[in-house]
């Protein structure tokens, strides 16, 4: 089982109107990280929350993170057609000796104009 | 962009036959990696290096073997390729052991395996 999941799998929404992705996951953490994967191409790094962090901004982005359920939000304000991608959470988990970055299966969000 | 190419971008080939796929970097970094990325799956780390002739397992690496003789160059070698190893297949690097600190992907290998 994954140590990150992501709810919901897809979201569809208009321009113009909030995106929220939540991540969810089974065990203690250092930090979390979002990643955003457009069609065909590779990840690329939003933003990373340490766990002593509630909250964090982004330009657009907000992300917040409640250790005590061990869940962490992505929220993405006046969404725009761009955003369009899929958006994957990581978490830390430290397994045989190696702190180990585990990927979600990642929501899928699109926004239409 | 991180300065990270992959190679081949694109390959189909027939099961038992020997795969090897290319990550080159320009950044220097000295942790590498190779996922590989499923439907359902997100991404699953296979093999990571920590520096130049070393590497470790990950979490699928059933099947697949690396090597990282040089700093900018880090290989995943599958021997004898089957259906199940279908995949695309990213490599990433980082500054700093990944869980600590942001990864940079390159764009990704699509094999098939017929």
């Known amino acids: 089982s994954q140590q990150g999941e992501e709810d919901p799998q897809a979201l569809s929404i208009q321009e113009g109107e909030n995106a929220t992705m939540n991540c969810s996951y089974k065990?203690?953490?250092?930090?979390l990280q979002w990643y955003r994967q457009n069609s065909g191409r590779g990840l690329v790094h939003l933003i990373l929350i340490r766990s002593n962090e509630r909250e964090k901004h982004s330009g657009r982005l907000r992300v917040t993170l409640d250790t005590s359920k061990k869940s962490s939000s992505l929220l993405i304000t006046a969404s725009r057609a761009a955003d369009t991608a899929s958006y994957f959470c990581a978490t830390d988990l430290v397994s045989g000796g190696y702190n180990k970055l585990i990927f979600g299966a990642g929501t899928r969000l699109a926004v239409h104009p | 962009d991180a300065g990270i190419t992959q190679s081949p971008r694109h390959k189909v080939t027939e099961t038992g036959t020997p795969v090897t796929l290319r990550c080159h970097q320009t950044e220097n970094h000295r942790y590498m990696y190779w996922y590989r990325q499923d439907p359902g799956h997100g991404l699953r780390l296979i093999h990571y290096s920590y520096g130049v002739k070393d590497t470790d397992k990950g979490e699928v690496s059933d099947g697949y073997s690396v090597s990282r003789s040089k700093t900018e160059d880090f290989l995943l070698t599958l021997e004898s390729a089957t259906s199940s190893q279908t995949s695309v297949y990213f490599c990433?690097?980082?500054?700093?052991?990944?869980?600590?600190?942001?990864?940079?992907f390159g764009e990704g290998s699509r094999l098939t395996v017929l």
């Open positions: 065990t203690s953490i250092n930090n």
């Open positions: 990433a690097i980082s500054e700093g052991l990944a869980p600590s600190g942001e990864l940079f």
